[in-house]
């Protein structure tokens, strides 16, 4: 048994790949876990986001949305695979696939990443999906047994940091920064690797937004999942974290 990452882009009927096309250059990016489906528009266009809003509430129903950062919007829609049967969801799941999130869509394209246990399988899953349109690989690796679960997983959380800004935070958290009260200053730290306060605490603030930006989707799923609102509720402020790049 081997293991496969799958990346790939596809252009079809598809509500969400559609939209992507008429807004180009935004990349909307979705996250599917469960029942519900948290999608993420980073612009400051109220016309193009009113729009993209109208097109939203077309594809499922939405049931939350959050203002973030006064940058981008977040919409949290009970799951549209049931109304939707090309859902890109609906054509790897009988292949045994499973997604690496988010999913993202743009100038008209979706892209995604998938996990396979079998190669034979990730053939019949090309073979499906061009038959809905043209589909382009991007990357195809086979990777060891032994990076699950870790490598699939973090690498959505984490492939965007860079060394020093890793470092950064594994510094902070070595000697106690994070803890309450907390046992260093960043001023500290900085002298200690020989670098200016400004230039560490540059790393570790770009380190911690995109940490934060990657986790916060997971942590509104899962608050959806354990508190399902009866009614939906009013435009809101969320707490302020960076929009998903693609």
Known sequence: MGLWEISF???????????????????????CIWDRELVQVPNQDEVALAEIEKEIRKAGRVIDKWIEAQ???????????GIHSNS???????????????????????????ISFEEDRTRDLFRDFNRLGPTEL???????LNTLPTSIWVNSLFADLTSKQMDAVMKAHRY??????????T?????????????????????EN?????????LQLFAA?????????SLRKAPAVPAVES
């Open 176 to 185: 106690g920064y994070y803890t309450s009260p907390r046992q260093i200053t």
């Open 88 to 114: 890109p969801w609906n054509v790897w799941e009988p292949h045994e696939c499973i997604d690496a999130p988010p999913a993202i869509y743009q100038d008209g394209w979706g892209y995604f990443r998938v």
């Open 187 to 207: 001023e500290n730290i900085a002298k200690g690797v020989g670098i200016s306060r400004s230039t560490y605490e540059e790393h570790l603030r770009k380190a």
């Open 210 to 218: 995109q940490i934060m930006n990657a986790l916060v989707p997971y």
């Open 9 to 31: 882009r596809t252009q079809y009927d598809y509500p969400f790949i559609q939209m992507s096309g008429r807004h180009p250059g935004i990349p909307i990016s979705m996250w």
């Open 138 to 144: 991007i990357r195809k690796r086979e990777l060891p």
């Open 225 to 233: 999942s354990e508190k399902k609102p009866a009614f939906e509720p």
């Open 71 to 81: 940058e981008a919007r977040i919409f949290m829609l009970r799951c549209t695979c």
